[in-house]
T-cell receptor, first 114, second 115 residues
Framework: EPEVTQTPSHQVTQMGQEVILRCVPI?????FYWYRQILGQKVEFLVS????????KSEIFDDQFSVERPDGSNFTLKIRSTKLEDSAMYFC????????????FGSGTQLSVL | AQKITQTQPGMFVQEKEAVTLDCTYD???????LFWYKQPSSGEMIFLIY??????QNATEGRYSLNFQKARKSANLVISASQLGDSAMYFC????????????FGTGTRLTIIP
């Protein structure tokens, strides 16, 4: 069964450093998302991406965050200058245009900012 | 705006018993979808079941069923014949059926199955 792949599974960084979280969505999918989950809390929407542009972003997704789909396969989330409160599990998700139930999540990247 | 409420932070259930996880929602959308996800201790999000607001019948997927009561705005998950492997965090979520269809999640219920 096809799957969404995220790398790395764990990332540790120093406060103020830039990090790039990588995702390879399922190949025929058209809609891409990033979500995050702070430890012990609910999953929160960050951003959605369709047709090579951001379609919606949450209040969390400020100027420190950016997304790219540079080569038609990878989908990246960049945090320019990490803060302690960016420590969380980051999930990538993707789906086709055939309905919301066809959404697939990756296994997540656990980001720890020290 | 959409809101999901899960009022049970934790539940303990005897193995082989059925369990109901509660979920209520609020939305101004006429068309929406309701989801349940399982998150084991390893952290991944596993899709369990989906119910569209326009579906007249409750969704079922193996041991999982979704008790959808539209008038009450509830979408409870029922797990029949629980197994030790069902121990996990369970999240209820919803999305509109137009636009980018992002998910709004509840705070989750931690289910522990007792042998």
């Amino acid at each position: 069964e096809p799957e969404v792949t995220q790398t790395p599974s764990h990332q540790v960084t120093q406060m103020g450093q830039e990090v790039i979280l990588r995702c390879v969505p399922i190949s025929n999918h058209l809609y891409f998302y990033w979500y995050r989950q702070i430890l012990g809390q609910k999953v929160e929407f960050l951003v959605s991406f369709y047709n090579n542009e951001i379609s919606e972003k949450s209040e969390i997704f400020d100027d420190q965050f950016s997304v790219e789909r540079p080569d038609g396969s990878n989908f990246t989330l960049k945090i320019r200058s990490t803060k302690l409160e960016d420590s969380a599990m980051y999930f990538c998700a993707s789906r086709t245009d055939r309905g919301p139930e066809k959404l697939f999540f990756g296994s997540g990247t656990q980001l720890s900012v020290l | 705006a959409q809101k999901i409420t899960q009022t049970q932070p934790g539940m303990f259930v005897q193995e082989k018993e059925a369990v109901t996880l509660d979920c209520t929602y609020d939305t101004s959308d006429q068309s929406y979808g309701l989801f349940w996800y399982k998150q084991p201790s390893s952290g991944e999000m596993i899709f369990l079941i989906y119910q569209g607001s326009y579906d007249e019948q409750n969704a079922t997927e193996g041991r999982y069923s979704l008790n959808f009561q539209k008038a009450r705005k509830s979408a409870n998950l029922v797990i029949s014949a629980s197994q030790l492997g069902d121990s996990a965090m369970y999240f209820c979520a919803m999305s509109s059926l137009f636009g980018n269809e992002k998910l709004t999640f509840g705070t989750g219920t931690r289910l522990t199955i007792i042998p």
